[in-house]
């Protein structure tokens, strides 16, 4: 499961954090809306574990990477309230 959450979080962050160059913004608003309905849809135990995935990533981030990772850190930590779970 904890793979599964990565993978999501890091297409998510893709989606949001890349330049306009790179996504197209309306396809990227749509791609996360996409994302968001399919979370929306899972269990509690997959939302849960959707949540716990994105504090520890955060965390990671914030640990490992430092402080040139904050914006992703603090996008990854709101991804569970943003996504509507």
């Known amino acids: 499961m904890k793979n599964l959450c990565r993978a999501i ?3 998510a962050c893709f989606l949001e ?3 306009d ?3 197209d913004p309306d396809a990227a608003v749509k791609a996360l809306e996409d994302i968001a309905s399919a979370l929306q849809g899972a269990t509690q ?3 849960e574990a ?3 995935a994105c504090s520890e990533e955060a965390l990671r981030l914030e640990k490992d990477a430092g402080p040139g990772y904050a914006r ?3 996008f990854i930590r709101s991804l569970p309230e943003s996504v509507g779970i």
Do not use: C, M, N, Y
């Open 72 to 74: 992703t850190a603090e």
């Open 45 to 47: 135990a997959e939302k």
């Open 50 to 52: 959707f949540r716990h």
């Open 17 to 19: 954090l890349s330049q």
């Open 21 to 23: 160059d790179i996504v």
């Open 9 to 11: 979080i890091g297409s």
